[in-house]
């Protein structure tokens, strides 16, 4: 089956990322932050993938031959290749068009040796004042065993040589090349970047900014004051992941996989980025206190960590960001108030970032204080430092509550958060379920359970979504929820939760589809019927909008359907292994993705179910781990008009010829000479807002 490799075809996303910074139409210091993203994202994907990469090629020949995808060592240097290739495209982004740009926009950034006379005394001072007593030296002499780097913290190396004091004779000491290395205290500092007074914001005299790293180039030699010579470079460590060999195999080849590994070290290093300019002896010492081989060693630049450009002063410079869309409330719900009536008497959604996620916090606390709420039960998949969310759940297991939460450890690279909100969480009172080795919950769920005023009998209340409980990444990610106390889905939530607390599998799920149950068999089962339809001469169709789309099985069976004449779009942002357009295998597909100002994150699934459409939200990706090893969930949207304003929002994406590039020349396909221009989430923004402002009106 013919298919594109997967870690490939991330890296065609990673560089429409860097599409973004290059574009000349996005505001300049969004430039800067879709830097960071691609930066930030680079650092995850050689942390998880090309660490996996190497360990399967590691693997024994006979092992490694059983592997269902492509030989890893070929994929591994092709990846290697193409990174190679997209960082030098970052760079000469960087230097070639931000940087000069930010100049004519009036905000230069300089180094420490560009800086005047009387601007590196003001550094030095601030140095003194806010750096020195932040920085920890590590001698790197015969005293230290072994040096321990954290992942993904700049390391700054000091190379000291012509020492100062002079032996009995009256002459200087021989050049004894000490090495010490500190971490760059970002964290502590409060940031990467340094805003030197003065400038008045124009290309003549603009805002100079300094990297945290070049404060301390201007300092060094007032640190080491017996040297005459101090040189400063920076290095960065990335460690592996430690992504379960699971995400690749399972069964008996997992098996053979795990006893012909002779160990796995847990955060052993996967890359060590480097200055060029670093001397030899330097690289030489960490090689030896670490134990980072050759193949690991990277040449990177004068700076590392991109993604702290997150952090970039703006000067107040409102022209050089987005535009402000303030989150809209969402119009069918109360904007004061109790919620819970609302919600028994309709269905209501939620559209993030472009409607507030104030209701859903607002739930929590408001059946926290209800006396006829009982039990909340809720899947916390990532948690956000300062969690509304997690800190109304508290409250509600004080109310005395019956508060269950699902927390997921494995969240990548979210753990230590998650850990802190279970055990609060855990002491507090709450039952706490911690997922099994083996399985993932990445389902986003919230089940209240609550005695009705007339009838006294409990009656179950949810909120399904594609995104997670966190109110920071609602600011951020595209995602949709659904608050229902429909039982025809309220049910079959609640058999979820009993799943985590009893073990038994769900049983009779007429509704939504659940992985690791039902949701592929199901998901085959839908595309047959388009199929079937298809050969029957009837309209067919399927619209996919997923992160990303990899899982063997069902790319086959979109193969078959489009071989059948089921027209089949599919709208992925990030992975997509499927070759669409291909003659005679895929000539009915179409394949998209949408990248901008928010990540777009909601799965949508259309099937068209001759003419009476199907319509699902769900958290799943068409990946195999998504469909066999973790808890998901696909929930269909049964009121008419609240499907009607998903399709709408869809068909906007559809129509976009700004942002939605064609998977085949990685490009925008620009509007027709009759065509209007439609970019898909301003569209989606002043659309929500008419429809907000129509039901106020009402």
Known sequence: MKTLPRDLSWLSFNARVLQEAQCPTVPLLERLKFLAIFSANLDEFFKVRVATLRRLVKLKKKTRAQLPQDRPKRVLAAVLAEMQRQQEEFGRTYREELLPALQVAGIRLVTSEELTETQCAWVKGYFEAKVRDLLSPIILDETLHQLFLKDQAVYLT???????????????????????VMELPTKRHGGRFVALPGGAGTAADPHLVLFLDDVVRAGAASLFPGFGRVQVNSIKLSRDAELDIEEEVSGDLLTKIKSSLAKRATGYPARLLYDPAVPAPVLQAIKEKTGIADEELVEGSRYHNFRDFFGFPDFGRA?????????????????????????????????????????????????AHDPRVSAISITLYRVAPKSAVAKALLRAVRHGKQVTAVVELKA????????????????????????????????????LVRRDEATDVPRHYAYLSTGNFNEATAGLYADHGLFTANEKLTVEVDQVFRYFITGQEPQDLHHLLVAPFTLRSQLLALLAAEMARAKKGEDAYVILKVNSLEDPELIAALYKASRAGVRIELLIRGIGCLLPGEAGLSDTIRQRGLLD??????RIYVFGNGGAEKVYLSSADWMTRNLDRRVEVAFPILDEALRAQVRHLLDLERQDNVKARDFANQLPSPPGPAEPTVRAQEAQYQYLKKLGGRRRAK
């Open 319 to 367: 022209d050089l960001s987005y535009p402000a869309q303030p989150a809209l409330p969402a119009p069918t719900l109360p904007r004061t108030g109790p919620l819970l009536p609302a919600l028994a008497r309709a269905d209501h959604l939620l559209h993030l970032p472009y409607q507030s996620f104030d209701p859903v916090p607002r739930l929590l606390r408001e059946a």
């Open 597 to 602: 100002r928010y990540l777009e994150h909601a």
């Open 412 to 447: 990548r690279f979210d753990e230590e958060s998650n850990i802190q909100w279970a055990e609060k969480l855990r002491r507090a009172g709450a039952h706490v379920i911690l997922t099994p080795p083996e399985l993932k919950c990445h389902a986003k769920l919230l089940l």
């Open 158 to 180: 000091f190379y000291l040589t012509e020492p100062l004091e002079q032996d009995k004779q009256g002459k200087k000491k021989a050049d004894t090349g000490r090495v010490v």
